[in-house]
């Protein structure tokens, strides 16, 4: 499975970026995936998550309310759309597989994608 991030960029604070997530492989469609991030010198964070069909949702506090996670499975892509970004959203965003709901653990495909930065100035 290959996993392709884009989309990041700089931005101001308060502007809006619209991630990409485009996986390779047939089984797409069924398995929950999820947006992750890792700040420098952080350990990597679970940012949003969606089911394989897109019924159901989980978000990270410090971005709820104003990411929205979404899929097209005809296209085989996840987005993560965000809005009103913050200093602290700045960071590495990730794609991968994650196990469903409710305990939505990270099971992943083993491998990672080369991720896509997001810097967010004050």
């Known amino acids: 499975v290959q996993l392709v991030e884009s989309g990041g960029g700089l931005v101001q604070a308060g502007g809006s970026l619209r991630l990409s997530c485009a996986v390779s492989?047939?089984?797409?469609?069924?398995?929950?995936m999820a947006w992750y991030r890792q700040a420098p010198g952080a350990q990597r964070e679970l940012v949003a998550a969606?089911?394989?069909?897109?019924?159901?949702?989980k978000y990270a506090d410090s971005v709820q309310g104003r990411f929205r996670i979404s899929r097209d499975n005809a296209k085989n892509t996840m987005y993560l759309q965000m809005n009103s970004l913050k200093p602290e959203d700045t960071a590495v965003y990730y794609c991968?597989?994650?196990?469903?709901?409710?305990?939505?653990?990270?099971?992943?495909?083993?491998?990672w994608g080369q991720g896509t930065q997001v810097t967010v100035s004050s």
């Open positions: 991968n597989a994650i196990g469903s709901p409710p305990n939505w653990l990270p099971v992943g495909f083993g491998s």
């Open positions: 492989g047939s089984t797409f469609s069924i398995l929950a």
């Open positions: 969606v089911t394989g069909g897109g019924g159901i949702t």
